[in-house]
């Protein structure tokens, strides 16, 4: 193995946060069960290291186990003290400008959600609209919310594990969204999060766009195993990944969906699911799932495990586009246009979707293990947006178990989780994992995947 080059240094803050109170500078260094500091840590050694690909955050750990950070308080303010940080982070000694903004990202919002808003009554016991109202908090004190400024938002969504042909499409996506002015919002990891920034930024580039957004939305279980990648200009970390699900189809126009493994069939049944709601009927909300022609096959298998499970009326609600990048961004264009028109007769913000409504089943954290995983529902004796909404946990729990600390560590311990329900559904589950194995949708290349779920029919 290569030695990482290591690099030991202070840093300053880049952006507006430049002071820190005695009591949040303990609760970061608090190394006690429950304190921030192994978060603080974990997430600000993921941004460090954004020019690697890996989604094992035991290799991450391992590889910088004597990696610190440390809250420097002078009279001036706030300084970040970095010990045996990944030298890639560093141009010949000095931390790269959009590493030290991500930094401070992390010390912002790690510190909001848990000094202003966790452990509140308001918002641990709240109804639907009071965890809505914390994910407006959280975007809001992040600066995302520009008010006054037309739709122009693309969530992109999409694997981190997917080939070089698919990842140059997202590339060519992301380039004619750019050069429609469109500001691009992803996972912010690497594969078909990174490709449409990339492609984006030379689109507005051409443009001469010069106040680009290229925002990356992620949470602290995943960060580790999906490091932001260099484009991200405005990194925002949601608490959990339910809170970053709404954050998405609250803050964005409109969704572009790639090809990618349980983590975007995850994405794609919470979009439905919500879009499914009769009062959500009509409300515009652009959905367009695309990809270079060898993933026609791959978006048939959605299409279908779609449509025998969630119906003909979820099918509707999408448009697949294969193997062309123009289409995909003037479709996409028409749609802004429609949210538009809707907005401002409805009279609904431009900056923050108020008017979707999303019921608390998609918004409380689901916490995979064994016993949550087995009690699923997953047959058909259910409103289909309550079913959609229990197949999206399921993906959910394939995704802890492939990627996150804590999902990896219950594997371990206990073997795959299982899913049991209704036969046909089940069928169609199995066969839709099972082509992203064959596919090398669940890990990158390179690496061995052992199934972390196992599939019950209940007649069985």
């Given at each position: 193995?290569?030695?990482?080059?290591?690099?030991?240094?202070?840093?300053?803050?880049?952006?507006?946060?430049n002071?820190?109170?005695?009591?949040?500078?303990?609760?970061?260094?608090?190394?006690?069960?429950?304190?921030?500091?192994?978060?603080?840590?974990?997430?600000?050694?993921?941004?460090?290291?954004?020019?690697?690909?890996?989604?094992?955050?035991?290799?991450?750990?391992?590889?910088?186990?004597?990696?610190?950070?440390?809250?420097?308080?002078?009279?001036?303010?706030?300084?970040?003290?970095?010990?045996?940080?990944?030298?890639?982070?560093?141009?010949?000694?000095?931390?790269?400008?959009?590493?030290?903004?991500?930094?401070?990202?992390?010390?912002?919002?790690?510190?909001?959600?848990?000094?202003?808003?966790?452990?509140?009554?308001?918002?641990?016991?709240?109804?639907?609209?009071?965890?809505?109202?914390?994910?407006?908090?959280?975007?809001?004190?992040?600066?995302?919310?520009?008010?006054?400024?037309?739709?122009?938002?693309?969530?992109?969504?999409?694997?981190?594990?997917i080939?070089?042909?698919?990842?140059?499409?997202?590339?060519k996506?992301?380039?004619?969204?750019?050069l429609?002015?469109?500001?691009?919002?992803?996972?912010?990891?690497?594969?078909?999060?990174?490709?449409?920034?990339?492609?984006?930024?030379?689109?507005?580039?051409?443009?001469?766009?010069?106040?680009?957004?290229?925002?990356?939305?992620t949470?602290?279980?995943?960060?580790?195993?999906?490091?932001?990648n260099?484009?991200?200009?405005?990194?925002?970390?949601?608490?959990?990944?339910?809170?970053?699900?709404?954050?998405?189809?609250?803050?964005?126009h409109?969704?572009?969906?790639?090809?990618?493994?349980?983590?975007?069939?995850?994405?794609?049944?919470?979009?439905?699911?919500?879009?499914?709601?009769?009062?959500n009927?009509?409300?515009?909300?652009?959905?367009?799932?695309?990809?270079?022609?060898?993933?026609?096959t791959?978006?048939?298998?959605?299409?279908?495990?779609?449509?025998?499970?969630?119906?003909?009326?979820?099918?509707?609600?999408?448009?697949?586009?294969?193997d062309n990048?123009?289409?995909?961004?003037?479709?996409?264009?028409?749609?802004?246009?429609?949210?538009?028109?809707?907005?401002?007769?409805?009279?609904?913000?431009?900056?923050?979707?108020?008017?979707?409504?999303?019921?608390?089943?998609?918004?409380?954290?689901?916490?995979?293990?064994?016993?949550?995983?087995?009690?699923?529902?997953?047959?058909?004796?259910?409103?289909?947006?309550?079913?959609?909404?229990?197949?999206?946990?399921?993906?959910?729990?394939?995704?802890?178990?492939?990627?996150?600390?804590?999902?990896?560590?219950?594997?371990?311990?206990?073997?795959?989780?299982?899913?049991?329900?209704?036969?046909?559904?089940?069928?169609?589950?199995?066969?839709?994992?099972?082509?992203?194995?064959?596919?090398?949708?669940?890990?990158?290349?390179?690496?061995?995947?052992?199934?972390?779920?196992?599939?019950?029919?209940?007649?069985?």
């Amino acid at each position: 193995m290569v030695k990482k080059e290591l690099v030991s240094t202070i840093v300053s803050p880049l952006g507006t946060m430049n002071v820190l109170s005695n009591a949040e500078v303990s609760m970061l260094q608090d190394t006690n069960h429950g304190g921030l500091y192994h978060l603080f840590r974990q997430c600000a050694l993921a941004v460090l290291n954004c020019d690697e690909t890996s989604d094992n955050p035991y290799n991450l750990i391992e590889e910088f186990d004597s990696f610190d950070i440390r809250i420097v308080q002078e009279h001036r303010g706030l300084k970040l003290e970095l010990i045996n940080a990944p030298g890639s982070a560093f141009v010949d000694g000095n931390i790269i400008k959009g590493i030290r903004q991500s930094l401070f990202c992390v010390v912002r919002d790690i510190l909001y959600v848990s000094s202003e808003l966790r452990g509140s009554p308001r918002f641990e016991n709240g109804d639907s609209s009071t965890l809505t109202d914390l994910v407006f908090h959280i975007l809001r004190n992040a600066k995302a919310l520009i008010p006054k400024q037309l739709p122009n938002v693309v969530v992109c969504w999409g694997g981190h594990s997917i080939g070089q042909g698919e990842y140059k499409y997202t590339k060519k996506v992301g380039y004619q969204l750019g050069l429609r002015g469109l500001d691009i919002c992803t996972g912010c990891g690497p594969g078909a999060m990174k490709g449409p920034m990339k492609g984006a930024n030379l689109g507005h580039a051409k443009q001469r766009i010069n106040n680009s957004r290229f925002i990356g939305i992620t949470e602290p279980g995943i960060i580790a195993a999906e490091s932001p990648n260099p484009i991200v200009n405005q990194l925002i970390i949601l608490p959990d990944i339910e809170k970053r699900l709404e954050a998405f189809v609250r803050f964005g126009h409109g969704i572009v969906v790639f090809p990618g493994g349980p983590g975007t069939c995850e994405e794609i049944l919470y979009i439905l699911g919500i879009l499914l709601h009769p009062d959500n009927a009509h409300i515009p909300f652009p959905l367009i799932l695309t990809g270079p022609a060898e993933a026609e096959t791959y978006f048939e298998q959605i299409d279908r495990f779609i449509g025998d499970t969630l119906g003909p009326d979820a099918q509707h609600r999408y448009k697949i586009i294969i193997d062309n990048p123009r289409e995909v961004a003037q479709q996409m264009r028409l749609g802004l246009d429609e949210v538009t028109r809707f907005r401002r007769s409805t009279g609904d913000a431009y900056y923050y979707n108020w008017l979707l409504h999303i019921e608390k089943s998609f918004q409380v954290p689901f916490e995979p293990s064994h016993e949550t995983m087995r009690a699923l529902q997953l047959d058909r004796n259910q409103p289909t947006h309550q079913l959609a909404a229990n197949l999206r946990r399921a993906m959910s729990g394939i995704v802890a178990g492939n990627v996150k600390r804590s999902g990896i560590d219950t594997i371990r311990a206990h073997g795959p989780f299982q899913l049991s329900g209704d036969p046909s559904i089940m069928e169609d589950m199995d066969r839709l994992l099972g082509s992203f194995v064959k596919q090398q949708r669940m890990k990158l290349p390179g690496s061995t995947y052992e199934p972390c779920y196992e599939i019950i029919r209940k007649s069985e």
